[in-house]
């Protein structure tokens, strides 16, 4: 099998007028690799598999995989790296616009640095300011700060956080994305991973419908003594939610920390995790009910009865 230098796989889920800039901006800013586009489709019915199939006439490296029902971000990705034939893969957010040459610049940067197994670069919204990309494994100090106490000054210098960013706070810790650095794990809208990884740590867990499977898939690439980098030199434009509903995250994120803890950590973890998890849920159902009405209110009471 003839290897290309990168192979971007996309997985697309009711996205596609995002999808439509996404590849747009991918072609047009993504040079002198040689590289392969894979897009697996999860059963969209927005009118997305026309497009696709219709843009596979005008895009020569594109292929498309077309799912019959929605079997996950984990599993569709595992279906693109199974075809993917290049030494680096890129698994990509449908709702990201690029507008520099990142995968090309990031593919020499990995180049040099041998031991760095998955590397993100800043993910910005429309307006330019930093989002959220990855942090730390969330043992229980640091769900305990997570879920209690993370919203009060200084905490993250004390406890290394799970999630340094916090949008409903007026610690933001924006900051924390300013800096290249080493993390332990980075979301999948922008997930540059070497080759080797894979055939070092095998696929993405699918037991994770959707989210934690990344942080999943990053502690099991850390014990393998690969490093995990941050570098914000270069970024994209993330969109942001394009897929889902305000709730999901949230609830899948209670359920995928729950899974994770199951899998990695020691058994005696886990009623304590639940404990916080509850605390954490309690506490946001009361507070957001109050600033922000019945619908956050509905949710945290959703992740209350899942902790």
Known sequence: MKRKDASIIIVSFNTRKMLEECLSS???????????????????????????????????????????????????????????????????????????NVLGEMTKWMNKHE??????CALRNRDGSLQATGGYFPNLIRVFSWMIIQDFPFVDRLIKPFHPMKSKSFNKGE???????EVDWITGAFFLIRRKVIKDVGYFDEDYFMYTEETDYCY?????????????????IHFGGASGTKELPILKEFEGVKLFYK????????????????????GRLVLFGILEGRESAAIYAKAFKIA
Not at 115 to 120: E, F, L, N, Y
Not at 263 to 282: D, E, V
């Open 26 to 100: 991918l072609v047009s800013n993504t040079k002198p690799l040689n590289y392969e586009i894979i897009i697996i489709d999860n059963a969209s019915n927005d009118g997305s598999v026309d497009f696709l199939q219709e843009s596979t006439k005008k895009i020569n490296n594109l292929k498309l995989i077309l799912n019959r029902e929605n079997v996950g971000f984990g599993a569709a990705n595992n279906q693109g790296i199974k075809k993917a034939k290049g030494e680096y893969i890129l698994l990509l957010n449908s709702d990201t616009k690029f507008e520099s």
């Open 175 to 181: 900051n924390f994305y300013e800096k290249e650095r």
């Open 263 to 282: 899998k990695h950590y020691p058994r005696w973890q886990y009623p304590i995790l639940r404990i916080l998890l509850k605390i954490g849920a309690l």
């Open 115 to 120: 031991r760095i197994g998955i590397a993100t």
């Open 220 to 236: 099991r690439t850390k014990k393998k003594g690969w490093k995990i980098w941050y570098i914000p030199s270069w970024s994209i």
